[in-house]
């Protein structure tokens, strides 16, 4: 049973171009939430979605940034118009059952670089 | 709102002697309790988790934590650390209240183990 994967696993892009960050969750899992990680800090809660649904986005910077969870397909962060404050480590969790009842499973993390 | 605080960013150990990795948390309603390893260049993997009853939870790795309510901590220990141990350890918290189980992570601590 393959893990949570995440693409690219680095991502390189200069001021104002966009960032796609994609995660596909382990097999059975519906529920996926992303978080980022700034250099020297913890992880920071962004968006939990189910499929086709945004349940929580309390974490998600109010301009620029976007996520989705399609029916068919992988969960994709979108960051738009990128600048060097979003570099940083985007880890995408994933768990079959909403609550403490499953374990949230980590992907191995997309670090962007912002030039 | 919930906030948690690893007081030793970093912790160096000699191989086979004992280590605890520190964990307060603060939150106005009651938490589930977590911590995760992260090795270099890989997502968070579960230790351990704190749900309810026994206050001593036993975890992977030879890892085990203790939930202090009155001291709001949950820190971790082993009893005789391994090379292989070295790593970043996040300990982090969850709502009990918060149907979707977002995390709040703390800022991390480097265990580095020496030979």
């Known amino acids: ?115 | 709102a919930q906030s948690v605080t690893q007081l030793d960013s970093q912790v160096p150990v000699f191989e086979e002697a004992p280590v605890e990795l520190r964990c307060n948390y603060s939150s106005s309603v009651s938490v589930y309790l977590f911590w995760y390893v992260q090795y270099p260049n890989q997502g968070l993997q579960l230790l351990l988790k704190y749900l309810s009853g026994s206050t001593l939870v036993k975890g992977i790795n030879g890892f085990e934590a203790e939930f202090n309510k009155s001291q709001t901590s949950f820190h971790l220990r082993k009893p005789s650390v391994h090379i292989s141990d070295t790593a970043e350890y996040f300990c982090a918290v969850s709502d009990q209240g918060n149907a979707g189980n977002m995390l709040t992570f703390g800022g991390g601590t480097r265990l580095m183990v020496k030979p």
């Not at chain 1, 800090?41 to 940034?65: A, C, H, T, W």
């Open chain 1, 1 to 115: 049973n393959a893990g949570v994967m995440q693409n690219p696993r680095h991502l390189v892009r200069r001021r104002g171009q966009e960032a796609r960050l994609r995660c596909s969750p382990m097999k059975g899992h519906s529920h996926v939430y992303w978080y980022r990680q700034l250099p020297e800090e913890g992880l920071k809660f962004m968006v939990y979605l189910q499929k086709e649904n945004i349940i929580d986005e309390s974490g998600m910077p109010k301009e620029r940034f976007s996520a989705e969870f399609p029916k068919e397909g992988p969960s994709i962060l979108r960051i738009q118009q990128v600048v060097r404050g979003d570099s940083a480590a985007y880890f995408c969790a994933s768990s079959g059952l909403a609550g403490v009842l499953d374990t949230q499973y980590f992907g191995p993390g997309t670090r962007l670089t912002v030039l």
